[in-house]
């Protein structure tokens, strides 16, 4: 198949049945623009795993996939590759994967979804050679970071990474690339954006769905910021000056929370009336859950009189009452 004009080939459900030999691969005169590899099975691991993991690193392709397959190491390609697509999705890969790799540099889409990396740090020191990586996809694996003092060193290039479903809290804003646009935190244990974090400047779209927060972010750190996606958060009456401090905002994603339907929560629902449209899901996603009394009601439907909201009227009110 190699030495055809097949360009795009698969390969599906494949078991080991013999032992795995040392075996020089000719690489030349191929026209395979594309290799996909699916569901391999590995019945013995008495062998040299590089001997097969060579014949994948240094092929001169643009594409490559190999998913669900329970790899668990791939090596740095011998020489500059060609490689711009590679997608190792739902495999056993750890941190160490392309650690001081300077062969990856065509390289412009990584993915790296359900494997076994921990460290973040290692993560960026692994791109911090791929002068070309521009999307990087680490959801779903066992991320963490502490905020050590050694500075995190992602690729330049890089403006699209997904840290879905991961276990980050507050530090990982202290670890990540400065030039990012498009940035998924979803599904971590994020409380709070710290007002040290590092400044992204290019950021246009961050999504923080499914974490801890108590209150919507500041844009200090993103003031390019565009779109934002707080839904599913524990965000109980929402800072009613969101769009004065993050002008450039289009669009709002903050239903899915707990809301408390009380005096404070009136300015945020006034928010949504003079924002024209931007708050994304409004209003079936905008419903109380606290009082008790009014759960299930939508914001757009909760009202409270003036009297009941300002306690200086309420009190002049009880005392000329009592004057009667």
């Not at 999705?89 to 921990?118: G, P, R, S, V």
């Not at 980050?168 to 998924?184: E, H, Q, T, Y």
């Not at 408390?260 to 899901?281: P, W």
Request: net charge negative.
């Amino acid at each position: 198949v190699w030495h055809s004009s097949v360009e795009y080939f698969n390969i599906n459900r494949v078991t080991q049945l013999s032992d795995v030999e040392p075996y020089r691969f000719d690489y030349s005169g191929t026209s395979m623009k594309a290799l996909t590899v699916e569901k391999i099975a590995i019945t013995d691991l008495y062998f040299s795993q590089d001997d097969l993991y060579r014949i994948f690193a240094d092929m001169n392709i643009a594409n490559m996939t190999i998913a669900d397959s329970e790899m668990i190491h791939m090596l740095c390609p011998s020489s500059k590759s060609l490689f711009r697509y590679l997608n190792f999705f739902k495999n056993d890969l750890t941190d160490f994967l392309f650690q001081n790799c300077d062969t990856l540099l065509q390289l412009e889409t990584l993915i790296l979804q359900k494997n076994k990396f921990e460290s973040l740090l290692k993560v960026s020191f692994m791109t911090s050679s791929m002068k070309s990586l521009k999307y990087l996809d680490m959801s779903n694996n066992l991320l963490r970071h502490d905020g050590a003092d050694v500075q995190c060193q992602w690729a330049e290039s890089l403006t699209e990474l997904d840290l879905s479903s991961n276990q980050l809290a507050d530090a990982v804003f202290l670890c990540l690339p400065v030039n990012v646009r498009k940035l998924s935190l979803q599904n971590n244990q994020i409380s709070s954006v710290p007002e040290e974090m590092v400044e992204l400047k290019s950021l246009e779209e961050l999504n923080l769905a499914s974490n801890r927060l108590a209150d919507l972010p500041g844009c200090g750190g993103f003031r390019s910021l565009q779109f934002l996606n707080t839904e599913m958060n524990s965000v109980l009456t929402p800072t009613a000056d969101f769009f004065q401090s993050c002008p450039r905002v289009r669009e709002l994603q903050a239903g899915h929370n707990p809301f408390k339907c009380s005096c404070e929560l009136q300015a945020f629902v006034r928010l949504e009336r003079q924002s024209g449209g931007k708050l994304a899901g409004w209003p079936a996603a905008y419903v109380c859950e606290y009082p008790q009394g009014l759960r299930g009601t939508q914001l757009k439907d909760f009202h409270l009189s003036q009297l009941a909201c300002n306690t200086t009227l309420l009190l002049v009110t009880a005392l000329l009452l009592t004057l009667l």
